[in-house]
């Protein structure tokens, strides 16, 4: 049960974010330049990267979500499983793998990234935008974590609805629906 009173129909960060929308306007915002802007990484990488993060912090709802995002733009369920269990003997590029490792230090600490790390991504053809933007969503994603999981937002069980949560991200990506989230009240959350 929720900290604070949250729509019923809008679990996890959903809730949190039409809460207190002014707040959410930029989270937004910067999800949505971070991971459906222009990059050289895919959405499907960007999302892995929200998944390792999510899965290391373990937050079952943004874990969930985000392996369904990753699904979904990847078009396949293996990659995101083992890329929780095992980086380096994940079906990624050598590169997506230095950059999940980048990532996972950061959900540690800012201070466990190290140099070495650095250096292994870009011998891998990392960019330095890519470095940037990986340790920003990793780093976005411990905020987001902790957001969820700090106010205690309902998780739902059922993976129908993150696969359907998956979808509309894929479609919608991060921005706010413009009809609102009233359509999702007559879908049963559990």
């Given at each position: 049960m929720?900290?604070?009173?949250?729509?019923?129909?809008?679990?996890?960060?959903?809730?949190?974010?039409?809460?207190?929308?002014?707040?959410?306007?930029?989270?937004?915002?910067?999800?949505?330049?971070?991971?459906r802007?222009?990059?050289?990484?895919?959405?499907?990488?960007?999302?892995?990267i929200?998944?390792?993060?999510?899965?290391?912090?373990?937050?079952?709802?943004c874990?969930?979500?985000?392996t369904?995002?990753?699904?979904?733009?990847?078009?396949?369920?293996?990659?995101?499983?083992?890329?929780?269990e095992?980086?380096?003997?994940s079906p990624?590029?050598?590169?997506?793998?230095?950059?999940?490792i980048?990532?996972?230090?950061?959900?540690?600490?800012?201070?466990?990234?190290?140099?070495?790390?650095i250096?292994?991504?870009?011998?891998?053809?990392?960019?330095?935008?890519?470095?940037?933007?990986?340790?920003?969503i990793?780093?976005l994603?411990?905020?987001?974590?902790?957001?969820?999981?700090?106010?205690?937002?309902?998780?739902?069980?059922?993976?129908?609805?993150?696969?359907n949560l998956?979808?509309?991200?894929?479609?919608?990506?991060?921005?706010?629906?413009?009809?609102?989230?009233?359509?999702?009240?007559?879908?049963?959350?559990?």
């Open positions: 929720p900290y604070i009173p949250l729509e019923d129909h809008l679990p996890g960060i959903t809730g949190l974010l039409e809460y207190r929308q002014d707040s959410a306007a930029p989270i937004r915002e910067l999800t949505q330049i971070l991971l802007g222009p990059s050289t990484l895919t959405e499907g990488e960007r999302e892995l929200a998944t390792v993060v999510s899965s290391r912090n373990q937050c079952k709802f874990t969930a979500a985000h369904a995002a990753a699904n979904v733009l990847l078009g396949e369920m293996s990659t995101s499983e083992k890329v929780k095992d980086i380096s003997t990624v590029s050598n590169k997506m793998k230095a950059l999940l980048i990532a996972a230090q950061v959900q540690e600490s800012g201070k466990n990234v190290t140099l070495q790390s250096q292994k991504a870009k011998e891998e053809g990392a960019t330095d935008i890519e470095i940037h933007d990986t340790v920003l990793a780093a994603f411990c905020l987001y974590n902790r957001y969820v999981d700090g106010l205690a937002t309902v998780t739902p069980t059922q993976p129908e609805f993150y696969n998956g979808n509309r991200l894929k479609e919608h990506g991060y921005n706010r629906l413009k009809s609102g989230y009233d359509h999702l009240k007559n879908q049963t959350v559990k």
